[in-house]
């Protein structure tokens, strides 16, 4: 391990996630244990730019890993994309004497730490928390797994009221351009159909398909819906370019919204958040910067800023085959 951190600074940035606060707990206790201070910074790039920084230390974070949200805040900061604003930000770096800096976010958190690196050589690490999981580099961030539970638990209770009065429901969920959650939830809830952003199925397929629904005996249907669905409506327009083609359907429509990124983080997610604080950490006393922390076949990796901002995440392509099969 590197002896030249004895400070390192954590901050949540951009949307919050389910897990974030076991992340931020996880790299504080690990500073306590390899003995190095540990700064909280709140709001954000913001509170870096304003001050707003305390200390804290392993019996700060007691009581937090069940939390949703973070008790460290987010805010969006225009200032810190100025040059203006990220001298302020390393001035209250210096005040505070912070050697390394974990910033827990999406790749727009991780732009901002990547800029921010160039200019003044301050080692950050990256820790991936957003429900979209669409970052590249990891199979999962954190967050996804507690969004999809809830989508599910959403709509197992949309289809009780869909059953009981044979109706047809759109349910929006989030994945402004990655399908993710509404792949997977889509199939794990049994809907009849699932649009993505990553395959524009039409809004002619989607008729065919539920015409064969109807035909084949079903009386009720579940149609799941990514906010960044490619077929240019949004889902009111669609709900109601069915219900204008498809008459006999009874047609309602759910935006499931901001309920997705609350509630208290699954088992899964409040391990890999805690994976992943130790392993930001330790990457930054054994030297590394720039990169982001990530899940591979089980194992944490390492990838660069750049990697991870400008990369893709990939849709799992047999899920795409599984669903056409099981909508049958």
Known sequence: ????????????????????????????????????????IYQGYQGLIDNKVKMMNARGVNNIINKGGTILKSARCLEFRTKEGRKKAFETIQKHQ????VVIGGDGSFTGAMIFQSEYNIPVMGIPGTIDNDIYGTTHT?????????????IDKIRDTAISHNRLFFVEVMGRDAGHIALNAGIGAG?????????????????????????????????????????????FE????????????????????????????????RVLASRMGVFAVESLLAGKSNMMVGLKNEEMILSPFEKAIKGK??????LIRV??????
């Open 313 to 318: 995440s990939e849709i799992n392509k047999d």
């Open 142 to 154: 954190i967050g996804y797994d507690t969004a999809l539970n809830t989508v599910i638990g959403a």
């Open 1 to 40: 391990m590197s002896t030249n951190i004895k400070r390192i600074g954590v901050l949540t940035s951009g949307g919050d996630a389910p897990g974030m606060n076991a992340a931020v707990r996880a790299v504080v206790r690990s500073a306590a244990f390899y003995k190095i201070e540990c700064a909280a």
């Open 238 to 269: 669609i709900a109601e370019y069915v219900e204008k083609n498809l008459p006999y359907y009874d047609v309602r429509v759910s935006v499931l919204g901001h309920m997705q990124r609350g509630g208290s983080p699954t088992c899964f997610d």
């Open 98 to 101: 912070i050697d390394g800096l």
């Open 191 to 235: 809907a009849e159909e699932v649009l993505i952003p990553e395959e524009n199925m039409g809004l002619e397929r989607l008729l065919e398909s539920l015409k064969r629904s109807e035909k084949s005996g079903k009386s009720s249907s579940i149609v799941v819906i990514a906010e960044g669905d490619k077929s240019g409506k949004n889902v």
């Open 323 to 328: 669903s056409d099969i099981l909508t049958i």
